[in-house]
């Protein structure tokens, strides 16, 4: 394990205070020991910019739950990088997400990220409650924080959850979550700035101040983000829709747009206060370290 990491970056949310902009990468579980390589390719690639934290992610209703954390512990034990554990409520008792905790604690992995995550059938099927198991993420986010000195985050929606009853009752949740021990959100990708601020807004007026870093994808193919936003719920604006359709037969210039689309919501959302952004970056990096690249970011380290 590296030696000269800082004693700080076992405390996430401190450093996402300190750290201004925070930068953060996502990941998700190779399939195959293919993906796998590709996967550490782009990591290696991005670990030059110094991000503030990367994870990675649960596959669909839990699966490759392994995988993940096998990827997230080699991040811990062989790179420089600080990892943030991805934890979900599918398909697991209380008992086996003790042991996944424990899992991570003794991997040096301090910081989590607590969601419900999404069914089997994908996030719009029917939840089922594991039997034994907590309902929602905020039981989830009690149980890190009573199992150590976890620096614990969860899930964000400036687009409505495609369980909530409305964009209320998403900030509800969101306070409620932080009421319970979390301490910063990352916020599911979106499109348009206001969405991110009216959320900011409306956590702030029911007394949630943690830290909100927004989600950002650099879109490099256009039916993939369609079908994202589809089972998700996120928006996809006329303008974007528009500007990606107009090259959709030229996959360098549908990542080109993806780039630009990507840097001007970025660009707009620093201006207005955010804490830092936390790119999903699909497992590649060459999108990501344009966008990082157009922003500045290239040239703090």
Request: with cysteine; hydrophobic share 45%; glycine share 6%.
């Amino acid at each position: 394990m590296p030696q000269d990491r800082p004693a700080l970056h076992e405390q996430l949310h401190e450093l996402i205070a300190t750290k201004r902009p925070s930068i953060s990468f996502e990941f998700f579980p190779p399939k195959t020991d293919e993906a796998e390589a590709i996967l550490w390719q782009s990591i290696r690639r991005l670990e030059p910019l110094n991000p503030t934290f990367v994870s990675v992610t649960y596959g669909a209703g839990g699966s490759s739950r392994d995988r993940t954390t096998r990827v997230t512990q080699r991040i811990a034990q062989d790179t420089t990088l600080t990892p943030m554990a991805h934890l979900t409520c599918v398909g697991a008792s209380t008992a086996e997400l003790r042991a996944v905790v424990a899992d991570y604690a003794a991997a040096g992995v301090k910081n989590v990220l607590v969601v419900r995550g999404d069914p089997a059938g994908g996030p719009r099927a029917e939840w089922v409650q594991h039997p034994g198991g907590p309902r929602y993420a905020l039981e989830l986010v009690k149980l890190v924080r009573e199992l150590g000195n976890f620096s614990v985050g969860v899930a964000a929606f400036p687009d409505i959850h495609p369980a909530s009853a409305d964009l209320e009752a998403d900030a509800r949740v969101l306070a409620m979550k932080a009421e319970a021990g979390a301490q910063f959100a990352i916020t599911q990708m979106f499109f348009r700035p206001e969405t991110y601020f009216e959320l900011v807004e409306r956590a702030a007026a029911l007394g949630c101040t943690m830290p909100i870093i927004p989600g950002i994808m650099p879109v490099t193919n256009v039916r993939q983000v369609e079908r994202i936003a589809e089972l998700t719920g996120v928006a996809l604006p006329a303008e974007v829709v528009q500007r990606l359709h107009a090259v959709a037969d030229e996959p360098a210039a549908v990542r080109q747009v993806g780039v630009e689309i990507a840097t001007e919501l970025s660009q707009e959302l620093l201006d207005g206060g955010a804490p830092g952004l936390h790119f999903i970056t699909m497992n590649r990096s060459t999108a990501t370290l344009e966008v990082a690249d157009a922003l500045g970011l290239t040239a703090r380290v």
